[in-house]
């Protein structure tokens, strides 16, 4: 039994971690940088990019208290939007978090110059190494050792601000759009890293006390404390430092407090931006470690990532993330890094909206949210906007950089996770009910309508006679009353004629005939030459209107391969529906599985296998295998549809999901009973080892009857994209 992590951060530890991931280069340092794009009025930036980041706020939040389970927005994202989405979340966010990480702890060197003199590097490094060994330790004394980062900052912060606004300079405030509009979104597009570790807290929801009170009051407690300190804090160094000195400043905070708290008050702010940016760095930390611990359980990085130590917390995905955060501060110029993660942020806080939507459309029973983020959906709408024109003022490198990690996460996902993921999401839970909606609607439709009105049985190669009664058993079977069912032999005619009636073949008709008569069925029996059979059978289905082809597939050998490739091939264009009988031939039908649910091909499946079960008397079975590591949601949702289905028929009928981890095994062990089986054929494509539903009935002894149809509804491209997604 895995082994869990241990729930032991109360509110006010969520909100110092939540608190002491904003704290740091995004007050300490980016003022300054602001300032030069906006001027004074980087004061209301800062206000700007926190009303934006409080939609993905409030939509983690009511995500959090529904699965209060390690790995934050990639848990969220993953399970609302699927596995590759997840991944590309999860690799994203974990470097970017690193990289705000290193990036903090790279920066301690600028206010470290100013109380000592000590390598900035150096320091850092030593820094990094006694975090990673406290998040070794345990969370819970992470959690006590934020609480003293945090409320010792900002209990300095609140006095600088106090002190402060008695000191300000009007003259530093004018003329407040002094960039225009234009510098003003820009420069928010700039901070809003600053408010970005507001939802970090999620990430580590597994370990907090309550959840589903303590995570969404703690991170509305610290983004309200951060909107109103940040502009406070703002406003105050804009108002007490000269506009030429803050333009160009890496120390804005300790340079506005020369002015008013004088040399030890400089020293006291250095110490204190030392000590926010090493919260900064213990706070990522904690939350970037847990991104592949999750991902690890959900098998999308390597297995040992999810081991648990004896203190309870992820040694090796620790371990990983420390690792990379002591490369970046040696080798790697972190402040552009940093930029970079921030532009992948606001796509990611995009995604976070749209994952929050996802789960409430999908209705999903075990989304149970014990908050619920208010004025859905028009915050989440609001965050989504806000996000996408914000990235759009980042610049063409830091889009670049955020389509190279994005690029990075579908290539390990394509490399490494796509073959072991789950591949399932609430997004695509939202789109099965809302198809299966719509394919329950067409088949009560289609089994109303009592049969196919044209049915034709082409004959293009010798037929053994137990196969021949086959199909003139099911294609009279599938007529409506008064139907036209016709048997033509289609023959190619070497003289190089078009297609022509041909000479009656008095044996074949004969023989035909009398088949049909026993079986109590009238036909019409013809015959017909062409060049080329197979495009005149096409033709003919065309041009007389034929809506249901009944043919057969021989088992495959050196003498059938070519044939059964030209009769997949017909398969495919037929502008109708299409039955194709395999195996051996069909006696007393008193089971009939319907193999698959969902699919396409559903419709005409199940019509048809309702038709067999009035004339026959026969139980139908609905038969669904999904993937061994499914989720328990995903079968009870393909249950709720079988017994949506079984209110349109009068069959006895059973229904039977399973999970396995061969899907062919498992299907032969459910449906090998049967006296007929029904499944969908797809579109015939080369493959390198066959298509599955061949090997499927490659595999069966009973009797299969593949059906297709190329008379789907007309779906948008989006729309095949989506379907295929889906089934």
Request: hydrophobic letters at 50%; aromatic letters at 8%; a neutral charge.
């Amino acid at each position: 039994m895995a082994k869990g992590l241990e729930r032991d951060l109360g509110l006010y530890a969520v909100f110092t971690i939540s608190v002491g991931a904003m704290i740091g280069s995004g007050i300490f340092v980016l003022p300054g940088l602001a300032f030069e794009i906006a001027g004074p009025a980087v004061i209301l930036a800062f206000v700007v990019a926190g009303l934006i980041v409080l939609p993905a706020a409030l939509s983690k939040a009511e995500m959090a208290t529904a699965m209060p389970e390690s790995g934050g927005t990639y848990l969220y994202i993953d399970r609302a939007m699927g596995p590759l989405m997840g991944t590309v979340a999860g690799v994203g966010v974990w470097f970017s978090l690193v990289f705000k990480s290193a990036f903090a702890l790279a920066g301690l060197g600028a206010y470290l110059t100013l109380i000592a003199d000590v390598p900035g590097k150096t320091f850092a490094l030593v820094i990094a190494a006694v975090l990673i060994g406290l998040n070794l330790y345990g969370a819970k004394i992470t959690g006590r050792a934020q609480q003293v980062f945090v409320t010792s900052v900002l209990a300095v912060l609140a006095y600088f601000v106090v002190r402060g606004s008695f000191s300000i300079e009007s003259g530093n405030l004018e003329p407040f759009f002094d960039k225009g509009l234009s510098g003003l979104i820009t420069a928010s597009a700039v901070v809003f890293v600053a408010y970005a570790g507001v939802t970090k807290i999620a990430s580590v929801a597994e370990e907090v006390k309550n959840p589903g009170r303590n995570i969404p009051l703690g991170m509305l407690l610290s983004i309200g404390v951060m909107l109103l300190l940040y502009p406070a804090m703002v406003y105050v160094v804009v108002g007490t430092t000269p506009p030429e000195l803050l333009a160009a400043s890496t120390t804005p905070v300790a340079d506005s407090a020369t002015g008013f708290l004088g040399s030890l008050g400089v020293d006291v702010i250095s110490v204190t931006a030392i000590v926010a940016l090493t919260g900064m760095a213990n706070a990522g930390i904690l939350a970037a470690s847990r991104y592949p611990f999750a991902m690890s359980r959900n098998s999308l990085a390597p297995q040992p990532l999810q081991h648990i130590g004896r203190r309870g917390t992820p040694t090796v995905a620790i371990l990983a993330t420390g690792g990379l955060l002591l490369l970046l501060i040696a080798f790697v110029p972190i402040i552009d890094l940093a930029k970079l993660a921030s532009a992948f942020k606001l796509a990611v806080f995009t995604f976070i909206n749209l994952a929050l939507i996802s789960f409430r459309q999908s209705k999903l029973d075990w989304y149970q949210p014990a908050f619920r983020s208010p004025l859905y959906p028009w915050v989440q709408i609001f965050g989504i906007v806000g996000c996408l024109v914000l990235l759009t003022q980042m610049g063409w490198v830091p889009l670049a950089g955020a389509v190279g990690i994005t690029t990075f996460g579908v290539l390990w996902y394509r490399g490494f996770g796509k073959s072991r993921a789950i591949k399932d999401s609430a997004l695509l839970d939202a789109l099965r009910i809302r198809s299966t909606g719509r394919l329950v609607a067409m088949t009560q439709e289609a089994i109303s309508t009592g049969g196919h009105a044209h049915v034709l049985i082409p004959v293009l190669r010798s037929t053994r006679r137990s196969r021949m009664e086959d199909l003139i058993r099911f294609g009279t079977m599938f007529a409506q009353p008064r139907a036209v069912v016709e048997i033509i032999e289609f023959e190619q005619d070497r003289s190089g004629r078009g297609r022509h009636p041909a000479g009656i073949d008095h044996r074949f008709e004969e023989r035909t005939t009398e088949l049909a008569s026993r079986m109590g069925a009238e036909v019409f029996v013809r015959r017909i030459q062409s060049k080329d059979p197979e495009e005149t059978l096409l033709e003919y289905v065309e041009d007389f209107g034929v809506d249901l082809v009944v043919s057969d597939l021989p088992r495959e050998s050196r003498g059938t391969r070519r044939f059964i490739h030209e009769m997949k091939d017909v398969r495919d264009h037929l502008p109708c529906d299409s039955i194709f009988l395999r195996n051996r031939t069909v006696g007393q039908v008193r089971t009939v599985v319907i193999m698959g649910s969902g699919g396409p091909y559903d419709v005409l499946k199940i019509s048809l296998a309702a038709r067999i079960a009035a004339a026959e008397g026969s139980q139908l079975r609905f038969v669904h295998v999904l993937p061994e590591a499914a989720r328990v949601q995903q079968a009870d949702s393909i249950e709720s549809y079988h017994h949506r289905l079984e209110e349109l028929v009068t069959a006895d009928t059973v229904s039977a999901v399973s999970r396995a981890p061969d899907l062919i095994d498992e299907i032969a062990e459910v449906a090998g009973d049967a006296d007929l089986i029904v499944m969908g054929a797809p579109a015939h494509r080369v493959r390198l080892f066959g298509d599955l539903a061949d090997r499927i009935a490659d595999r069966l002894d009973a009797p299969v009857m593949m059906v297709h149809t190329n008379q789907q509804p007309r779906l948008a491209w989006y729309e095949k994209a989506l379907e295929r997604i889906i089934y």
